[in-house]
């Protein structure tokens, strides 16, 4: 069993800065492609920041040049810098994994974070 456990969401003002983790365990194949999205309710989950199969990185526009995805020592941790929050970041944001030898899709349970204005 595969678990995506996220940390480290809260309350912050705008322009401040948080930073989420997120730790994956178990039967995991390739720890390749982990990133982040979001999702406020009543809108679809949108693209955060993603490891890509080519060894980079994306960022969703929104967030370019203010929100940076890095992995930790251990492959199986990912962190999500965000920096200069604004309201409309406000949502809840979720770990995701592709484990591509396998081909199947994890998603953690969330963590909120809500920017004040």
């Known amino acids: 069993q595969v678990q995506l456990v996220e940390s480290g969401g809260g309350l912050v003002q705008a322009g401040g800065s948080l930073r989420v983790s997120c730790v994956a365990s178990?039967?995991?194949?390739?720890?390749?492609?982990m990133g982040w999205y979001r999702q406020v309710p009543g809108k679809q989950r949108e693209l955060v920041a993603t490891?890509?199969?080519?060894?980079?990185?994306m960022y969703g526009d929104s967030v370019k040049g203010r929100f940076s995805i890095s992995r930790g020592n251990a492959k199986n941790t990912i962190y999500l810098q965000m920096n200069d929050l604004k309201p409309e970041d406000t949502a809840v944001y979720y770990c995701?994994?592709?484990?591509?030898?396998?081909?199947?899709?994890?998603w953690g349970q969330g963590t909120q974070v809500t920017v004040s204005s």
């Open positions: 178990g039967s995991i194949s390739s720890l390749d492609l």
């Open positions: 995701n994994l592709l484990d591509s030898a396998v081909g199947k899709v994890f």
């Open positions: 490891f890509t199969v080519t060894g980079g990185i």
